[in-house]
């Protein structure tokens, strides 16, 4: 028998990575809204992803500690939740939700589930319903719950004493298809009447911290240019067996594995130097990151293991982590552990860069626009010819000029003659 309430406080767990807070996006909740365990109550965003909070109470929402836009500490209370006492609660205590109760959005699966445990073994349940169930004389674990994930709720266990009627199935009824959310991917260029000061937050505030570091870098910048005609006719052979295979593909997958079997050669340029500058950790993976415009800021997710993978592999790997991007769903595990980063000012029209080093890498590259420009023949003849120009910058603690030279005209060759990158695929 309940002996009352209890004013519960929702703490914000470690959502890993060592983030200290996040920014409140959205509540899906409100200050006196009943709520269940597993049940979304906010949106919030780290310097490295999109999060959804869950519930781990049944209860009401007494208290909101912060409006949208604030910073939530992690550890801290997020919210209030008034929760009635049980004198039955240290029953449910092993199915209790987990301390950090935090879906990621891109991993959270389809439905209602909300990432919330399967109903495996004993039933899930609170204990007021337990109790009911227990006044009803009905066997709990026999039920099969109504609930999220399984879970069997009160009017379960009346419907199975008899006590309401039995649950009323209706055929599904089409809902209409919802246009998708048009997104940008450029800032906002209207003009501005009036001075106005915008917080950094999210991924522009990481990309402030990161480039503050990025000073402590000895920068060094090569350039060079690149014959494009064989990598373009490579790309139209197998674009029609990509699109068979329902992938995406443009030149950046090629430029990825170009990179990696470079890498192959010139292990320094995917390595990481100590902090304290006694060591240098060369790096097995080939993480590659590439930087991503979004409504919410810069990102830069990271194709993992591209020395493991095939071409088509990694293009599918681009345009899952393009999605995410844009639909601002990906997860801490998509924008870290990061090697070696290749981005495409080109895509929106610039030719050169000096692009910023992203500490621990030591290097990175921006590929400029694909433009038709004279060039000579041997004879002296000109021809028309596809070009683009690449921009590296190395981090000179680590790198010298002749290596970062040496790893480029070891990419440009995979590109120029892409046949040869079937020599060194493993």
Known sequence: MSTGFTEEPFMLADIGEGIAEVEVLQWYVKEGDEISMFDKVCEVQSDKATVDISSKFDGVVSTLHYEVGDMAQVHGPLMTIRVAKDPDAEEAAPEAAPEAAVESSPTTPSGDSHGEPPNVGKALATPAVRRVAREHNIDIST???????????????????????????????????????????????????????????????????????????????????VQADAMIGLRQELKPLAEARGIKFTYMPLMFKAASLAMLRYPHVNSSVADDLSSITLRAQHNIGFACATEAGLVVPVVKDCQDKSVFEIAE???????????????????????????????????YGGPIITPPQVAIGAVGKLRTLPRFRDDGSIYAANIFNISWSGDHRVLDGATMTYFSNAWIEYLQKPHLMMCDMR
Do not use: W, Y
């Open 317 to 351: 790997d681009i345009n899952r982590l393009i999605e995410l991007a844009r639909a601002n769903k990906l997860s801490a595990e998509d924008v870290s552990g990061g090697t070696f980063s290749l981005s495409n000012i080109g895509s929106i029209g610039g030719i």
């Open 143 to 225: 039920l099969d719950g109504t609930g999220k994930a399984g879970r069997v709720l009160k009017e379960d266990v009346l419907r199975a004493a008899g006590a309401i009627a039995p649950l009323k199935v209706e055929a599904p009824v089409a809902q209409p298809a919802q246009p998708a959310q048009a997104t940008s991917e450029a800032p906002h260029t209207g003009r501005v009447l009036v001075d106005e000061t915008v917080p950094l937050r999210g991924f522009n505030r990481i990309m402030a911290k990161t480039m503050t570091d990025a000073l402590k870098i000895p920068h060094f910048l090569l350039c060079d240019e």
